[in-house]
């Protein structure tokens, strides 16, 4: 096996550096900072939903502090997404109040239309009936194209919102997790033996969960990344990292999902979670993780990729 006495240390101290900040960007915070910059430029936000106004501007403000101050990326990622959550919802109500005020706008227009066609009636000609009713008939249509109009964006505001809801606790329910590249599921190295590619029988049960998922949501398409302990040679790790994405691919193409949804990355060793100095330490590094794009197929984020390939034989 290839000796890397000298290496992992260095490269241990230098991915204790790299923790001990946050990353430049993330996601989550910036779509937090544009969801409730956006409520707060909203005149009628407080006012439709002030508990959720303030509960968004304070879990912000609290991930702001925490990514100043270097906290972990979880904390922070967690405050970002309640103030990113609590800004939707204010959002999404005052969408609703707008939708009510057009309501009543447009049925205080018709009555009003009304009021004056008939008082035109009892003072004009006989002659220009036709013609009023003709304006009234067109006034009406207009009124009823904009309040089928106000009741279209309220239903479907409300349908987003149940959209939402229900897609987070379906990846929820999966284990899966919200980072600033999406949703990630991680399958631990249990669903094979050491240093196998091939599924255990165990394993039918999780498969059969993405697989559902995936036929619930054909919008979505995912990437499944091999990870791999160091050891051994780069190059093997490489391949078995790829042989297990693989196998966790063909088993969800055998229940249906279609492979141009699959994107496979073999990324061996180049992404632990946790040291390679320990045998706890590597098993948490033996994995497979499972990256669900957003509607359409996009990821989010910035996607990860194997480095440069190695020449070395398994050690």
């Known amino acids: 096996m290839t000796t890397r006495s000298g290496i992992a240390p260095l490269a241990f ?13 993330i996601e989550t915070l910036e779509q937090a900072r544009t969801a409730v910059h956006a409520i707060e430029q909203d005149p009628i936000a ?9 509960a968004a501007r304070t879990a912000l403000s609290r991930a702001e502090q925490a990514y100043d101050e270097g906290e972990d990326v979880e904390i922070i990622e967690h405050e970002a997404y309640t103030a990113l959550r609590n800004a939707q919802i204010v959002e999404a109500q005052a969408d609703e109040r707008r939708g009510r005020d057009e309501l009543e706008n ?33 006034r009406e249509q207009q009124l009823e194209r904009t309040t089928r109009q106000a009741e279209e964006a309220e239903r479907r505001a409300a349908e ?26 991680t399958l631990r190295d249990v669903l094979f033996d050491f240093d196998r590619a091939e ?3 165990g394993a039918a049960a999780t498969i059969d969960r993405i697989a559902q998922f995936l036929d619930e949501n054909p919008d979505r398409n995912i990437a499944i990344e091999g990870h791999t302990d160091a050891s ?13 994405a693989e196998a966790v691919r063909q088993a969800l193409v055998d229940r249906g999902v279609a492979s141009s949804r699959i994107e496979v990355r073999a990324l061996g060793e180049d992404f632990p979670v946790a040291t390679n100095d320990t045998p706890a330490g590597r098993q948490l590094n033996r994995r497979v993780e499972i990256v669900f794009s957003e509607p359409g197929g996009r990821f989010e984020g910035e996607q990860r990729t194997a480095s440069g390939q190695p020449s070395e034989q398994e050690g």
Do not use: H, I
């Open 13 to 25: 101290a230098a991915a204790l550096v790299a923790c001990s900040q946050p990353p430049e960007r």
């Open 46 to 54: 407080r006012d439709v939903a002030q508990t959720r106004y303030e």
């Open 106 to 138: 447009a049925e205080a227009e018709r009555n009003r239309v009304l009021l004056e066609a008939r008082e035109r009636e009892a003072s004009r000609a006989t002659e220009l009936a036709a013609e009023r009713g003709q304006a009234l008939a067109e």
């Open 160 to 185: 987003l919102a149940e959209e939402r809801q229900s897609l987070q606790q379906e990846l929820a329910e999966l284990e899966a997790e919200q980072t600033e590249r999406g949703w990630v599921l």
């Open 199 to 201: 599924l255990k029988p």
């Open 232 to 244: 051994g040679s780069a190059v093997y790790n490489r391949e078995l990292s790829r042989q297990r």
